[in-house]
């Protein structure tokens, strides 16, 4: 079984070749990021693609990998469809579900207007979504939550940061330092995969030597043939992934459609992908926004970030903030947060979200009013061990452990993984 590494894409020959792939990953979102956190190279399995509709020419795993990272696409506008189902108790189907899920990644200032994409995009992780995607290189990105009477945006340009929420008719601004001249797509917000280039890139840089990953037939997606890339744990008994299909356009290489599914199989956990889309480069007026009269802007504190950093939980969005610690390797990678460090950076950023110090929840806290810790006594199942004691939240894909010592360990990993890691790191 040959190993190969990740493939750099290589500058495009033309500036105004298409090109929107993410220029990084999140360190430990919920829920693809822990698919396999902190790993650099693939493990490859040669396969030919079946024959399918649509009829493509034959192609070997080891090209379809190499098409992708080779990819020149700087520019896509379309459509995109996201839905997640982790199986959530119906009391956590709303924004209570985000408080829990996001809440251990922080805000900074201006958290608490209900513009800030800390708190809003929280909302992906249930339920479905359409969503408008507009990329123009690494300077210009706009992503449109779209909803029946209203629409949320957070639109990147240049150094200029703004989200707008038509609903609530408030705006978020951020200033941000310049992008690094060879820095990648930053795709905002990264904090969740909000395209299918996204989703790809993650799990692609995140399967080192433990995942086989084979070509699997074809497939046609928004009106466009696609080969279908199929990635499979290796050697990991207590992950809970099962498998991940990917869609990849036969012409330019790009990710159109990203599908997770458990372990235990049913539907799958996150399916994201393109239900129209066009590599043509989107009008400059789609990345310019003037707040209307009216409005009220909370300013946020952007110090030190650069613009892919923006509600993706780093040390930069929440200034003094630790950086989680991952236990093991691959599939079964374990973060563990301080939820107490992250409240004490959240209140030094005048934050309106976070933990308090003993690792409980702020009442009230977050979109929805939900508070983690009384969410998890209710619906989690309480364990203990040689670590002390805590309770386990559980969803198809990610569980959670949060410890009566405030330490919070996430994984898509089984119960006893989550135990087993607090009991090695105590």
Do not use: C
């Amino acid at each position: 079984m040959a190993l190969i590494q990740p493939i750099g894409r290589p500058e495009p020959d033309e500036p105004d070749e298409p090109r929107g792939r993410g220029r990084k990953i999140a360190r430990y979102t919920v829920p693809v990021a822990v698919a396999g956190v902190a790993v650099a190279t693939i493990t490859l399995v040669p396969a030919l693609a079946d024959a399918g509709d649509p009829s493509l020419p034959k192609i070997t795993t080891q090209q379809l990998l190499t098409k992708i990272a080779a990819s020149n696409t700087r520019t896509v506008d379309g459509t995109v469809k996201v839905s997640t189902d982790l199986g959530l108790p119906d009391a956590l189907s709303g924004g209570a579900a985000g408080s829990l899920l996001s809440g251990a990644g922080g805000a900074g200032k201006g958290g608490s207007s209900s513009a800030a994409p800390q708190s809003r995009l929280a909302q992906l992780l249930v339920g479905t979504h359409q969503l408008h995607v507009s990329v123009d290189g690494p300077d210009r990105q706009k992503v449109s939550i779209i909803e029946p009477t209203a629409e949320y945006s957070v639109i990147h340009n240049g150094t200029q940061l703004w989200a707008y929420d038509s609903a609530s008719d408030q705006a978020y601004h951020s200033a941000l330092p310049a992008a690094a001249p060879d820095q990648q797509p930053s795709q905002l917000p990264e904090g969740v995969p909000t395209t299918p280039q996204a989703a790809a890139e993650q799990v692609l840089k995140a399967a080192r030597g433990i995942a086989s990953i084979t070509v699997d037939g074809t497939a046609r997606v928004a009106g466009r043939s696609a080969y279908e890339l199929v990635v499979t744990p290796e050697h990991a008994d207590t992950t809970t992934v099962g498998s991940i299909r990917i869609a990849v356009d036969s012409s330019t290489g790009v990710p159109l459609k990203f599908t997770l599914v458990p372990k235990g199989g049913g539907k799958a956990v996150f399916d994201i992908g393109f239900t129209k889309v066009g590599f043509g480069a989107p009008a400059a007026s789609t990345f310019s926004f003037s707040p209307p009269k009216g409005v009220k802007v909370t300013e946020g504190k952007t110090s030190g970030a650069r613009p892919g950093d923006i509600g993706n939980g780093s040390r930069n969005a929440v200034p003094g903030a630790a950086e989680p610690t991952v236990l093991g390797t691959g599939w079964d990678s374990v973060a563990v947060i301080d939820t107490g460090a992250l409240a004490s950076a959240g209140k030094a950023a005048d934050s309106g979200a976070g933990f308090g110090s003993d690792g409980k929840g702020k009442a009230g806290s977050g979109p929805g009013g939900g508070d983690p810790q009384s969410l998890l006594n209710s619906y989690g199942t309480k364990v203990t061990g040689s670590f002390g004691s805590g309770t386990v939240f559980h969803t198809r894909l990610v569980n959670v452990l949060l410890t009566d010592k405030g330490k919070l360990y996430v994984g898509a990993v089984t119960q006893s993984a989550l135990t087993a890691a607090a009991d090695a790191a105590k």
